[in-house]
């Protein structure tokens, strides 16, 4: 019965490598997220898709490219990872026009090394 | 007692009491807040929210008031458990673009001693 899960919970590689996390929601709801959130615990929003479309873009280094292959799964793929990406990765969804609130995912911790 | 740490503000509080956890937002124009709290590995979860042209809404145990005037949001937590012992975040809607986003604040950790 997991509203948002996110795949994989944890992720250590090396630097210059690349990798995809995956995350689901089965809300029903059309719009997606992507947070990073910081060793301080700072919580900044990255991108955001509603129904499949991209929407918010929060000047994201392009190694970052997320996709939506449809309105239940937006996956986040990085591109030669750096140590600076270091950090926990949410995804959150929510529903347009019917209230603001975002469910988050678990989180998936990237350590680059 | 509140104290800004390295990291984190931390507010230290003891099981029984009553906490207050405070949250500046930025933009006049937000017009809806809401509390997240984060317990350790695991992702924000929502508590309560609440809309500009209300000033006080109370959930079970919780209260959040908001002062416009000042831009300040506050999240009172009656009886604190060892179970309230996390980060919590307040978020201001910001409506952009013809759509939503969610500003976060820095965070305050709670730290419930028996």
């Known amino acids: 019965d997991t509203a948002v899960s996110q795949t994989p919970k944890y992720l250590v590689t090396q630097m210059g490598n690349d990798k995809s996390i995956k995350c689901e929601q089965n809300?029903?709801?059309?719009?997606m997220y992507w947070y990073k959130q910081d060793s301080k615990k700072f919580l900044k929003i990255m991108f955001s898709y509603n129904n499949k479309e991209l929407i918010i873009n929060e000047t994201v280094p392009n190694r970052f490219s997320p996709k939506s292959p449809d309105k239940a799964h937006l996956n986040l793929h990085i591109n030669s990872l750096e140590l600076g990406d270091s950090a926990v990765y949410f995804c959150?969804?929510?529903?347009?026009?019917?209230?603001?609130?975002?469910?988050f995912g678990p989180g998936t911790r990237l350590t680059v090394l | 007692g509140e104290s800004v740490g390295l990291h984190l503000p931390t507010l230290s509080v003891q099981e029984g009491d009553n906490s207050i956890i405070n949250c500046a937002y930025s933009n006049s124009a937000s017009d809806y807040f809401i509390w997240y709290k984060q317990e350790s590995g695991k992702g924000p979860q929502f508590i309560i929210d609440?809309?500009?042209?209300?000033d006080k809404r109370q959930g079970q145990r919780v209260t959040v008031l908001l002062n416009k005037t000042v831009k300040h949001l506050s999240l009172q937590i009656a009886a604190t458990q060892p179970g309230d012992s996390a980060v919590y975040f307040c978020?201001?809607?910001?409506?952009?673009?013809?759509?939503?986003?969610?500003?976060f604040g820095a965070g305050t950790r709670l730290a419930v001693h028996p």
């Open positions: 809300l029903g709801h059309d719009t």
């Open positions: 978020a201001e809607n910001s409506f952009s673009g013809g759509y939503n986003k969610l500003i």
């Open positions: 959150a969804s929510s529903q347009f026009g019917v209230k603001e609130e975002q469910f």
């Open positions: 609440i809309r500009s042209n209300m």
